[in-house]
């Protein structure tokens, strides 16, 4: 019986320890979002979290730690952080693909271009980033029907045809194009994509 709550203590005090923490990277990601990385400090974080700095150090050692922390939480979440389903992201319909592309690259645009610029200046976020694009892109490429992947090139199509969605996407979100301009381009991205991969 001792062991036994002792066991459901020590998961009471697990649990509140995740949640503290996903406070914490939510409030990071909120953050960077509103003012950028270089421009947010850790105390900011903490006091968005409704935390101590002190807490927030106990469980990052700093900045640049809780960054890459909370770029891992983004990417492992980005459906939920995003409110995109399952059958949009993976939909046979590439109308539906294109909609989840759109709602992440819109809730995430100010950090999608900080994150850009990131990218290019840190070796350890460049890293996590483009492993993080490689697992979706398989995730993707693992959904695709198979009368698809058994197509010639399907893997290298699949890639060509996010590339023509993250193109479509940050000229939506750069708002430089008319609404019939962008109309006209994203038909013509669902037009080529669908053509990419499903004809031979």
């Known amino acids: 019986m001792g062991i036994k709550q002792r066991r459901t203590d020590q998961d009471i005090i697990q649990e509140r320890a995740v949640r503290t923490r996903e406070k914490i990277l939510a409030a990071a990601l909120k953050m960077y979002t509103e003012k950028g990385y270089h421009d947010t400090t850790v105390d900011e974080i903490a006091k968005r ?11 990052f050692k700093n900045k640049k730690e809780l960054l890459l922390a909370a770029l891992s939480f983004a990417f492992e979440n980005i459906k939920e952080l995003a409110g995109v389903s399952e059958r949009e992201l993976y939909d046979k319909d590439i109308k539906h693909i294109l909609t989840a592309f759109e709602k992440i690259h819109t809730r995430y645009r100010d950090f999608h271009e900080e994150l850009e610029g990131l990218r290019h200046s840190d070796s350890d976020v460049k890293k996590l980033y483009d492993s993080f694009a490689q697992n979706a ?6 959904k695709l029907p198979v009368e698809i992947k058994e ?21 939506y979100m750069d708002k430089a194009f008319k609404k019939k301009e962008l109309l006209f381009m994203r038909e013509e991205v669902i037009r080529m994509a669908g053509s990419l991969l499903w004809e031979v």
């Open 151 to 171: 197509k010639p090139h399907s893997w290298e199509k699949l890639n060509i045809t996010i590339g023509l969605m993250e193109n479509y996407c940050h000229a």
């Open 137 to 142: 892109l398989l995730a993707l490429y693992d």
């Open 49 to 59: 979290a409704g935390l101590s700095t002190g807490i927030a150090y106990r469980y």
